[in-house]
C-alpha cells in the first residue's frame, strides 16, 4: 500500500509541475493576438513582422470598395486606433463594435491585412426581443 | 462462441433505451433546427452552436472519465475497471473529433476561418491526438495488465489539458468564443429559450454517452473473458492420451 501511495503521489506531483510548465508556456507564447497599445508600446519589435492585430471594430469608420474590394476600417482597444487595409470581402459577422483579430503587417502606419477573423462575443441574444420594442414604440408614436 | 454470442444480445431494457435516446435525440435536433430564436448577430448559424457545444462537453466528461477509470484501474487492477476506461476513451475520441468536425462547420461562417492555432483550439487538437496514442498504445500491448497501466498513463495526460481546454477563453486570447455559462451560476450570457435547447441537447448528447457506454461496455466484458479463457488454454499442459493439434 506504501509504494501505491508514493507512485500516488510521485503522478500527482509531475502532473502539477507538467500543468504549471503549460500554462505558463501557453500564456507567455501563445499570446494569440496583440493589442493596438501593445504594438503602440513598442512598434520597432513588430518591425515588418507578420503579426495577429486584435481589436474592436471603431464605429462609423467602415468603407468598403466593391470595385476594388478593398475594405478599410479603424481597429481600437479603446487606447489607441489603427487604421486596417483589407483586400476582400468583409466576412459575414463583420460589423461596427465588433471584436476582430486581422492578420497580415504594418506598412507605413496601416495594418495591411489579408485575414479578417471575426472575434464575437459569448452573448446571445434571440432575434426580435428588443427589435419588437423598437417596433412598437415607432408605432405608438 | 454461442456463449458470447448470446451474452452479446442486447436484453430488452438495453434496446428500449436505445430507442427512447434516439427519439430524444430526434426531438433535440428538432428543438435546435427549429424552435430555437435566431441570434441577433450569428441568425440561423446559432443551430449549429446546440450540436458543437453540447458534443464537446460529453468529450470533456468522456475523456475526464477515461482518466477516472483508468486512475481506478492503476489503484486497483481491477480488469473491469479498464474495460469501463477503453469504452469511455473510445466514447472520447468520437466526442472529440466530431466536436473539431462541427466547430469548423460553425466557426467557417462565423468567425471566417476553418481552423486556427489559438489556445483552445490548439489544446483540444492535443488532446485528440492524444486519445489516438491512447489506442495505438493499447494496440501495441499484448500483456492485459501492462496494456491497461501504460494506457491508463496516457488518458490521464490527455484528461489533465481538460481544466485548461475549459477556462482556455477565460485565461488566454483566443479567437474562440469565451463561456456562456458559468458552473458555478456566476452568469448565463445566452437568451432563456436558447439555453434550455442548449442544456437539452446536452441531456441527450450525455444520454447517447451512456447507452454507447453500456454497449461497449457489455462487449468489453465478453472481450476481457475470451483473452482470459486464451491465456488460461495456451498456459494450461496438454491433455494426456491426446494428440495436440496445432494450427
Given amino acids: 500500500m506504501n509504494r501505491k501511495w508514493a507512485y500516488g503521489l510521485a503522478g500527482v506531483a509531475v502532473l502539477a509541475v507538467a500543468g504549471f510548465m503549460i500554462f505558463q508556456a501557453l500564456s507567455t507564447s501563445l499570446v494569440y493576438f496583440i493589442l493596438p497599445n501593445e504594438h503602440a508600446a513598442d512598434p520597432a519589435q513588430y518591425d515588418g513582422r507578420r503579426i495577429r492585430l486584435g481589436g474592436i471594430v471603431t464605429p462609423g469608420t467602415i468603407a468598403f470598395d466593391e470595385r476594388e474590394l478593398q475594405l478599410t476600417f479603424l481597429v481600437t482597444d479603446g487606447l489607441v486606433a489603427y487604421p486596417v487595409r483589407h483586400s476582400g470581402a468583409p466576412p459575414e459577422l463583420f460589423k461596427e463594435s465588433t471584436g476582430v483579430v486581422v492578420e497580415g503587417r504594418f506598412d507605413d502606419g496601416t495594418f495591411v491585412s489579408d485575414n479578417v477573423l471575426v472575434k464575437h462575443t459569448e452573448v446571445y441574444v434571440a432575434e426580435g426581443d428588443h427589435i419588437d420594442l423598437e417596433l412598437l414604440r415607432e408605432s405608438l408614436k | 462462441m454461442t456463449d458470447a454470442a448470446a451474452r452479446l444480445r442486447r436484453p430488452l431494457w438495453l434496446r ?19 424552435f430555437s430564436p435566431r441570434d441577433v448577430t450569428q441568425g440561423d448559424l446559432i443551430r449549429i452552436m446546440y450540436a458543437h457545444v453540447s458534443v464537446a462537453w460529453i468529450a470533456f466528461v468522456a475523456v475526464g472519465l477515461t482518466a477516472v477509470f483508468g486512475a481506478l484501474y492503476l489503484w486497483r487492477g481491477k480488469r473491469r475497471d479498464d474495460v469501463l476506461a477503453v469504452a469511455s476513451g473510445e466514447m472520447g475520441l468520437f466526442f472529440a473529433s466530431l466536436t473539431i468536425i462541427g466547430g469548423m462547420t460553425y466557426s467557417r461562417p462565423t468567425l471566417n476561418t476553418f481552423w486556427t492555432w489559438d489556445a483552445k483550439l490548439t489544446l483540444t487538437a492535443i488532446m485528440v491526438a492524444l486519445m489516438v496514442g491512447y489506442f495505438i498504445v493499447r494496440g501495441l500491448i499484448d500483456d492485459p495488465v501492462r496494456r491497461g497501466r501504460v494506457s491508463a498513463v496516457v488518458a490521464i495526460v490527455a484528461a489533465a489539458s481538460l481544466p485548461f481546454n475549459y477556462l482556455a477563453a477565460e485565461w488566454f486570447r483566443t479567437l474562440h468564443p469565451a463561456k456562456s455559462v458559468a458552473l458555478d451560476g456566476s452568469g448565463v450570457t445566452m437568451d432563456a429559450t436558447m439555453l434550455a435547447v442548449l442544456l437539452f441537447n446536452t441531456v441527450v448528447a450525455g444520454l447517447v454517452y451512456l447507452g454507447f457506454m453500456i454497449d461497449r461496455v457489455r462487449l468489453g466484458r465478453v472481450e476481457a473473458a475470451l483473452e482470459e479463457e486464451r491465456s488460461l488454454a495456451a498456459t494450461r499442459p496438454a491433455p494426456v492420451g491426446k494428440e495436440v493439434v496445432r494450427v
Avoid: C, K, M, S
Fill in chain 2, 16 to 34: 428500449i433505451y436505445l430507442g427512447i435516446t434516439l427519439l430524444l435525440f430526434l426531438a433535440a435536433a428538432a428543438f435546435g433546427l427549429v
